[in-house]
């Protein structure tokens, strides 16, 4: 079992910068999978970016260049650094862990956090 907390969130203009973070509770941290994922009003829950217990990483084309997602094991710790915001960005934020792979798909991830909002203003 595995518990999510993230932070991070706000309101930030276009072309700023945010980094949210994910701590996990658990001694495993290490070897899960976590991903970002967001939602915003009216639309679904969609994929942001992952990193593998052996630090690969995936990122969703339309943060590419712009997000970075790292981790520190020894915090039970992910990060997404979200640099040069767009007012597409905004949503609710959700960090996700699963034991199997990185992937992109909701259902591929047990384990999820209760979100945490960013709000990109023009």
């Known amino acids: 079992q595995v518990q999510l907390v993230e932070s991070g969130g706000g309101l930030v203009q276009a072309g700023g910068s945010l980094r949210l973070s994910c701590a996990a509770s658990?001694?495993?941290?290490?070897?899960?999978?976590m991903g970002w994922f967001r939602q915003a009003p009216g639309t679904e829950r969609e994929f942001v970016s992952a990193?593998?217990?052996?630090?690969?990483?995936d990122y969703a084309d339309s943060v590419k260049g712009r997000f970075t997602i790292s981790r520190d094991n020894a915090k039970n710790t992910v990060y997404l650094q979200m640099n040069s915001l767009k007012p597409e960005d905004t949503a609710v934020y959700y960090c996700a862990a699963d034991l199997e792979v990185a992937g992109q798909k909701v259902h591929e991830y047990a384990y999820w956090g209760q979100g945490t909002q960013v709000t990109v203003s023009s």
């Open positions: 658990g001694r495993t941290f290490s070897s899960y999978a």
């Open positions: 990193i593998s217990w052996t630090n690969s990483t």
